[in-house]
């Protein structure tokens, strides 16, 4: 009996949910380019170490505790000229959902705020670029000893594994009322191999939204000095 290739490919996103259903959303990539920048001259960034963003930068100056608002900009999109009209939505879908997540995060311990104010931090994000996960693609490098043979060495040169998605993120913050730059980071992050990024195409992008939203909350809490800091 001749098995369609709709039902195949079903049959083999069935088998990964088995497979790999256990399997992290999302994990720092090894690399990032940081020669155009939105919003940050590259120039001052370093290399960062450790689960640090891949480039950071920090104002030796920065008292955190002069802070107790932060007024978050809408997300911007690096690549909006350059984008057909389905990217521009994938794109603009991301940047609502980061926007989202900084609220949601950053309220918890910040009085969110919507024009300068003394006392305040301004963020400003930026995507410099995104991808989507390719299921089949997933599958196979997933269940095949070809697949596997050729996601590992992908991994091992890149640090991503094959169809898997991805998001490249730039991050500025600032004083909200005199514009002095108190850090900034470059980062991206690649989808690893969670189920979900099978049936969700934006999921691992989505992922990496998240964490560093829950990434900038903790970095502030380490600052503070406080107690009970929940790292992602």
Same mark, same amino acid.
């Given at each position: 009996m001749k098995i369609s290739r709709t039902t195949a490919e079903a049959i083999l996103l069935a088998a990964l949910a088995l497979v790999i259903g256990g399997c992290?959303?999302?994990?720092?990539?090894r690399s990032a380019k940081v020669e155009k920048s939105l919003l940050v001259n590259p120039a001052v960034l370093s290399k960062g170490s450790g689960d640090q963003a891949l480039y950071r930068y920090v104002n030796p100056q920065f008292k955190i505790d002069r802070y107790s608002r932060i007024l978050i900009e809408p997300v911007l999109i690096e690549k909006q000229g350059e984008l057909n009209a389905q990217q521009l939505e994938n794109y603009q879908k991301l940047a609502n959902n980061a926007y989202l997540f900084l609220k949601e995060e950053l309220g918890k !311990?910040?009085?969110i705020v919507t024009r300068p104010e003394p006392g305040t931090l301004r963020l400003q994000m930026g995507i410099i670029e995104a991808d989507s996960s390719k299921a089949v693609r997933t599958v196979l490098s997933s269940l095949t000893p070809v697949g596997i043979g050729l996601s590992v060495v992908q991994y091992g040169a890149t640090g991503k594994t094959s169809g898997a998605g991805e998001i490249t993120a730039e991050f500025k913050? #600032? !004083?909200?009322? #005199?514009?002095?730059?108190?850090?900034?980071?470059? !980062?991206?992050?690649?989808? /690893?191999?969670d189920v979900q990024g099978v049936f969700d195409a934006w999921h691992n992008a989505n992922d990496a939204l998240q964490y560093w939203a829950r990434r900038f909350r903790y970095v502030l809490c380490r600052?503070? /000095?406080d107690q009970g800091c929940i790292k992602p």
């Amino acid at each position: 009996m001749k098995i369609s290739r709709t039902t195949a490919e079903a049959i083999l996103l069935a088998a990964l949910a088995l497979v790999i259903g256990g399997c992290g959303a999302s994990m720092q990539a090894r690399s990032a380019k940081v020669e155009k920048s939105l919003l940050v001259n590259p120039a001052v960034l370093s290399k960062g170490s450790g689960d640090q963003a891949l480039y950071r930068y920090v104002n030796p100056q920065f008292k955190i505790d002069r802070y107790s608002r932060i007024l978050i900009e809408p997300v911007l999109i690096e690549k909006q000229g350059e984008l057909n009209a389905q990217q521009l939505e994938n794109y603009q879908k991301l940047a609502n959902n980061a926007y989202l997540f900084l609220k949601e995060e950053l309220g918890k !311990d910040y009085a969110i705020v919507t024009r300068p104010e003394p006392g305040t931090l301004r963020l400003q994000m930026g995507i410099i670029e995104a991808d989507s996960s390719k299921a089949v693609r997933t599958v196979l490098s997933s269940l095949t000893p070809v697949g596997i043979g050729l996601s590992v060495v992908q991994y091992g040169a890149t640090g991503k594994t094959s169809g898997a998605g991805e998001i490249t993120a730039e991050f500025k913050i #600032t !004083d909200a009322m #005199t514009g002095e730059l108190l850090g900034a980071a470059v !980062d991206r992050r690649v989808g /690893g191999k969670d189920v979900q990024g099978v049936f969700d195409a934006w999921h691992n992008a989505n992922d990496a939204l998240q964490y560093w939203a829950r990434r900038f909350r903790y970095v502030l809490c380490r600052e503070r /000095g406080d107690q009970g800091c929940i790292k992602p």
